[in-house]
């Protein structure tokens, strides 16, 4: 938690993120990640300064709990100092111990935010799906927790003026906005409506911008002039025998050698990033496996 500090920006936890969104339709299916088609709504997590503050945690702990489809665990949250906003005790269950940072108890309008993370949490847990290393597991959960329809509360968390700042999780705002975007083109949401952080609507909007450019690359057709060009220049050196297998310089797209078939180019799923391999024959349209995205490509 960013409170008073400085706030990373940028897209440093891109790959990582990228991965997570595959291990989430690889773990979940598509048929899953389709039941999250809406996001939690504002008025169920919502939280006034007359609310009594441990049973308006525990409605909106109920409500995520709920969204997450959880139905037989229990959240059990309380506060106390600490230097994260959030811990959560991970357990068979049902009852699962939630710790708030203090500084919650006078910035109630955030609780549903720190929640929707450690909820996540124990969702994760019970799909015993997990990346290796502290770093990548809680970049896996803020990419679950956005994904699935609850992150806009942790991106709308992130404030930031000259005297102030605060971001809970560990992914960037952009980031968060870049997850938010994915989300929003899969489902035909737009969360920038339930923002009330300044912040959140330009984080969104570099996020979404990031976004489209997965959509633009080539072999797409949406792919635009420059990058058709470069895709065009190395297609002939991979169709050259006498070059060496050259992939493009971020890695987007890569030949591999036809043997006794066709030459082929294998390239990330703009949706879920699932790498796709497909003939180098002209217009193709794909169709990826794992997110039933279809694609029109000029390979």
């Known amino acids: 938690m960013a409170n008073g500090g400085p706030v990373e920006h940028g897209f440093p936890h891109l790959e990582t993120v990228r991965e997570a969104v595959t291990a989430l339709y690889k773990r979940l299916s598509y048929d899953t990640v389709q039941t999250f088609s809406s996001s939690v709504a504002p008025a169920d997590v919502a939280f006034c300064d007359t609310d009594d503050l441990y049973l308006g945690t525990q409605r909106v702990a109920h409500e995520l709990v709920r969204h997450y489809r959880l139905p037989d665990a229990r959240m059990i949250v309380s506060f106390r100092e600490m230097t994260h906003a959030a811990n959560v005790e991970l357990t068979a269950g049902p009852e699962y111990f939630i710790e708030l940072n203090d500084r919650f108890r006078t910035h109630r309008r955030d609780i549903g935010a720190a929640l929707a993370h450690e909820v996540m ?127 493009a310089p971020d890695g987007a797209y890569a030949f591999t050698p036809g043997g006794h078939g066709p030459l082929r180019v294998s390239f990330p799923c703009p949706t879920c990033h699932q790498r796709i391999r497909v003939p180098v024959r002209g217009r193709v349209r794909a169709r990826c496996g794992l997110c039933r995205t279809v694609l029109e490509c000029d390979t």
Request: proline share 6%; no cysteine; net charge neutral.
């Open 121 to 247: 949490h124990v969702y994760l847990h019970r799909l015993d799906l997990s990346f290796p290393g502290t770093r990548d597991n809680e970049i896996l959960t803020d990419t679950a927790t956005t994904y699935l329809g609850a992150g806009w509360l942790l991106l709308d968390a992130y404030r930031e003026d000259s005297a102030s700042s605060q971001k809970l999780g560990y992914l960037t705002p952009e980031e968060f906005g870049y997850v938010l975007a994915k989300r929003a083109l899969v489902f035909g949401e737009d969360p920038s409506v339930w923002f009330t952080s300044p912040q959140a609507y330009t984080a969104y909007g570099k996020g979404m911008a990031r976004a489209r450019r997965d959509e633009q690359q080539p072999p797409l057709t949406a792919a635009g002039w420059a990058g058709r060009r470069r895709y065009a220049r190395d297609r002939r050196h991979a169709q050259d025998p006498h070059t060496a297998d050259a992939p």
